[in-house]
């Protein structure tokens, strides 16, 4: 396994990217402005991304990490067998394979498996 991605949901989008960018140094790789107050960015954290969500309906916080599996009925059957949550079950992306599971602090993991070439 490997992190791919952590997501943080912030207040305020332009003093958290400025944070991030200015002062840890993690280059912007992309923005979204989504509207009705919701936008994502996303920065570069060296061995995985930093997104960044702003969304009034969210509290902030520590909300996802992507994982990347090499194996992903295999990964949710080990979790399911050592009692993990899984709260949501394979679905196809544009990468692959993902599905959800809790950690033991209610963090939702995404569990990405990505097509073969």
Known sequence: MKAQYTTLIV???EESVSFYRDILHFPVVSEHPLGNGVCITILDGGQSLIELIQNPKFQTGLYS???????LDGTLAELKAKGVTITMEPVPTTVGRMAFAKDPNGVNLALIEHHQH
Do not use: C, K, R
Not at 65 to 71: R, S, T
């Open 65 to 71: 990490m992507g994982i990347d599996v090499p194996d």
């Open 11 to 13: 207040n305020e989008m």
